[in-house]
């Protein structure tokens, strides 16, 4: 994997304005970073721990916030109750941020409710938007105030740290959506989903294809080098719509990229 590119995608990943979330933003771009040092991504890890290793970095190479905590594990009658990401402190103000961090992928389906937020999905659809921030509002930042969670955390005042929100997100609409989207989606939204069915349809004999591993999920196709035929991958998308699983699909047609989700539902 290429570093430079993993750590490009999360620096340039969408997030979710506040009044769609609920939570105060904590926007990447924020910190001071000079100049990133080489390091080598681990590769034997989870893509959501992967970028928790990657923002861990940039924490860490900026000049304007210093982590205190990281990956706290609470535990309460020798039993992990919950995880808390990040402690950090503005190096200026000396303002603490408990930070909660998540990398996200959700598609909209707009069968699913009159309310927008209701409709993003996991591409497999075990999990939404809705589903997470209710997480965070009633297990993941609460968890700072548990008591045990006090005693864990020496020489840090809880009653006067702010919660920020870092939710990484690439969002993903039907193809030929008909409807309008709140603008507030729009900065995150990276492409389309369609099945398998219209995929085929639509294919162009100058079109090629890649098919992602999760751990590459987010980075632009134009870095990547192998490009397929379609019948190459197609036994392989016919699979993955029998075992429900919904791929990421590269697709590359000269110079233009595109980046889309075929869906088994």
């Known amino acids: 994997m290429n570093s430079t590119s993993r750590i490009k995608s ?9 009044t769609l979330t609920g939570f105060l933003n904590f926007d990447l771009r924020s910190l001071d ?16 721990h992967l970028v928790e290793k990657v923002v861990s970095k940039l924490i860490q190479e900026s000049i304007n916030f210093r982590i205190i905590y990281e990956n706290v594990q609470i535990i309460e009658n020798q039993k992990t109750i919950g995880e808390i990401d990040f402690i950090i402190e503005n190096t200026a103000s000396k303002q603490q941020i408990h930070l909660e961090l998540a990398y996200k992928f ?14 993003w999905i996991g591409p497999n659809r075990n999990d939404s ?22 005693s864990q955390l020496e020489n840090i005042d809880v009653s006067t740290i702010t919660q920020k929100l870092c939710l990484l997100v690439s969002l993903f609409i039907p193809y030929n959506l008909k409807t309008e989207l709140d603008p507030k989606y729009l900065p995150a939204i990276k492409g389309f989903y369609i099945n398998l069915k219209t995929f085929i349809e639509l294919h162009n004999p100058d079109n090629l294809y890649y098919l992602p591993t999760k751990k590459d999920w987010g980075i632009h196709p134009a870095t990547n080098e192998t490009w397929q035929e379609l019948n190459t991958i197609e036994n392989v998308l016919k699979l993955n719509r ?5 791929p990421l699909c590269w697709q590359k047609q000269g110079n233009y990229y595109t980046e889309l989700f075929i869906v088994w539902w």
């Open 242 to 246: 029998l075992e429900k699983q919904s």
């Open 33 to 48: 970073i000079q100049k990133i040092s080489d390091f080598e991504l681990p590769t034997n890890i989870r893509l959501g």
């Open 129 to 150: 938007l809705n589903e997470k921030l209710y997480k965070l509002k009633t297990k993941q930042f609460p968890l700072l105030f548990h008591p045990c969670a006090v």
């Open 10 to 18: 999360i620096l340039q990943s969408g997030s979710l304005d506040s």
């Open 106 to 119: 959700y598609l909209f389906d707009p069968s699913i409710s009159s309310e927008p937020i209701l409709n």
